[in-house]
């Protein structure tokens, strides 16, 4: 089958938020909480993991709550101030310009998804928030996925998704889609049947010794 589109994961794939902001951040919100004392090894699970909640609660603190202080702190303008885009996101340009059409499946919240993408020098052919869908369809569901794909008139298996982290692999696993991990070297994910790339240069390699991704020359 040929490739048709690329499914991408925003945040800690095409951006990334300086590490000294997040943790500042989450610890900030916990002792607004009474929760003085975490384990380190907790915020890079919250950070980057898909059991927020479960971390949270183990904190002693309810999620609810500890979200809402959450977003009152973590504002786009004070975002933007720790945001950065890898280096070989320009490079998305080649894909573009391979025939590949592209696409973006974020959890990020609108105000902050909103500002990340301004900084990203490529149009995408479709762009899914996931909290505009119901709101119990976060990943790993795939809702955000297929509705990706419906946009860009590709099917599953036309299509290859690149994240990050284990949340975007069992999301990648319930839409059906192949999945690539994108290691920038942030954090340990533990995707041992994932294949893996360490950059834009290398999925390009990757893909571009696959047949069926030549043959859109």
């Given at each position: 089958m040929i490739l048709k589109g690329l499914v991408f994961d925003l945040d800690g794939t095409l951006t990334s938020t300086r590490a000294d902001y997040w943790r500042s951040?989450?610890?900030?919100?916990?002792?607004?909480?009474?929760?003085?004392?975490?384990?380190?090894?907790?915020?890079?699970?919250?950070?980057?993991?898909?059991?927020?909640?479960?971390?949270?609660?183990?904190?002693?603190?309810?999620?609810?709550?500890f979200w809402k202080v959450f977003r009152e702190l973590?504002?786009?303008?004070?975002?933007?101030?720790?945001?950065?885009?890898?280096?070989?996101?320009?490079?998305?340009?080649?894909?573009?310009?391979?025939g590949l059409k592209l696409g973006v499946v974020t959890q990020a919240p609108s105000r902050i998804?909103?500002?990340?993408?301004?900084?990203?020098?490529?149009?995408?052919?479709?762009?899914?928030?996931?909290?505009s869908l119901d709101r119990y369809r976060f990943k790993p569901d795939p809702a955000g996925v297929h509705r990706c794909l419906r946009e860009l008139g590709i099917g599953v298996e036309e299509a290859v998704y690149v994240g990050n982290s284990e949340e975007d692999y069992l999301t990648s696993k319930n839409a059906g889609i192949r999945f690539i991990l994108l290691d920038r070297g942030e954090h340990e994910a533990s995707c041992v049947e994932a294949e893996k790339v360490k950059s834009l240069y290398e999925l390009w390699g990757l893909l571009n010794s696959e047949k069926g991704f030549m043959q859109r020359d």
């Open positions: 951040l989450v610890k900030t919100v916990a002792r607004t909480h009474g929760c003085s004392e975490m384990s380190e090894e907790d915020l890079p699970k919250f950070w980057f993991g898909h059991k927020r909640d479960e971390i949270i609660s183990s904190w002693g603190i309810p999620p609810k709550d973590d504002s786009a303008a004070e975002r933007e101030k720790h945001v950065f885009v890898f280096e070989d996101v320009s490079f998305l340009k080649n894909f573009k310009r391979k998804a909103g500002m990340e993408l301004k900084k990203i020098p490529v149009e995408f052919d479709s762009i899914v928030l996931m909290d």
